[in-house]
């Protein structure tokens, strides 16, 4: 905890896919919104909320809910 590690893997991913696939512009993650951690990452390189998104409405405690994150490449 508190050491970076998803910021780093999230840096590294993203340089990986520039030199491997330069015509690839836009990513796409998913993240819980209770997970601030993983959420304040995202944000933190880039990303932002593209569309918030629940596969099963109505349900309770389905877990099923997630924010999709969008980054566009430089």
């Known amino acids: 905890r508190g050491k970076?590690?998803?910021r780093y893997l999230l840096?590294?991913?993203e340089s990986l896919i520039r030199k491997k696939f330069p015509e690839r512009i836009h990513i796409v993650?998913?993240?819980h919104p209770k997970n601030t951690p993983s959420y304040?990452?995202?944000l933190a390189t880039g990303y932002t909320v593209?569309?918030?998104f629940?596969?099963?409405p109505g349900l309770i405690c389905t877990g099923l809910n997630?924010?999709?994150m969008y980054k566009?490449?430089?």
């Open 40 to 42: 304040k990452n995202l």
């Open 4 to 6: 970076h590690l998803q």
């Open 11 to 13: 840096e590294a991913g």
């Open 50 to 52: 593209a569309k918030h």
């Open 72 to 74: 566009k490449l430089s």
């Open 54 to 56: 629940d596969i099963m």
């Open 66 to 68: 997630r924010n999709i």
């Open 29 to 31: 993650s998913t993240v």
